[in-house]
């Protein structure tokens, strides 16, 4: 996908929610989406970032070898950001993601995926995600993805 096809999808949307796997595809300049990510936190004004995402990236980054220093200077890259809005999503985000756990019948290892959810959610705001499965579930509750397609075409 071309940069101005991604700035076009979301020129009218502001602020998104960010999953983990957005930020990993930023870091890594050799990953598959690594242009789309960049692109797609480029063209928003506001990314609001889940404490749980933070978490997760850091013991990720732990997982593949990245020495603490490095993580440490990635985390305070993308939190630190003037874009930027950190949430823990609170009470009811694991209100809301343990009641869907429950009612989809999904195992507790979805939860965290859930929680990013559920902060889509209650915002009214579209979710940033390269997870096909969270792309799903999202479009279940109306919650809006972006990318708006994450399909590589190779030349």
Do not use: C
Request: charge should be negative; charged fraction near 25%; hydrophobic fraction near 45%.
């Amino acid at each position: 996908m071309e940069s101005r096809e991604v700035s076009f999808l979301v020129s009218k949307l502001a602020s998104a929610v960010l999953d983990t796997n957005v930020i990993v595809y930023d870091t890594f300049e050799d990953s598959l989406y690594h242009e789309m990510a960049r692109e797609l936190l480029d063209s928003l004004d506001m990314w609001v970032l889940p404490l749980i995402v933070l978490y997760e990236y850091v013991w990720l980054m732990k997982e593949l070898g990245v020495n603490l220093e490095d993580i440490s200077a990635k985390v305070y890259e993308y939190a630190w950001d003037p874009k930027s809005r950190v949430t823990s999503g609170g009470k009811d985000a694991v209100r809301w993601a343990l009641a869907a756990l429950m009612e989809e019948r999904l195992s507790a290892s979805r939860f965290n995926d859930k929680v990013v959810l559920s902060i889509a959610e209650r915002e009214g705001i579209p979710l940033a995600t390269f997870d096909r499965g969270l792309r799903v579930q999202a479009h279940r509750v109306n919650v809006e993805v972006l990318p708006s397609s994450i399909d590589v075409h190779e030349s």
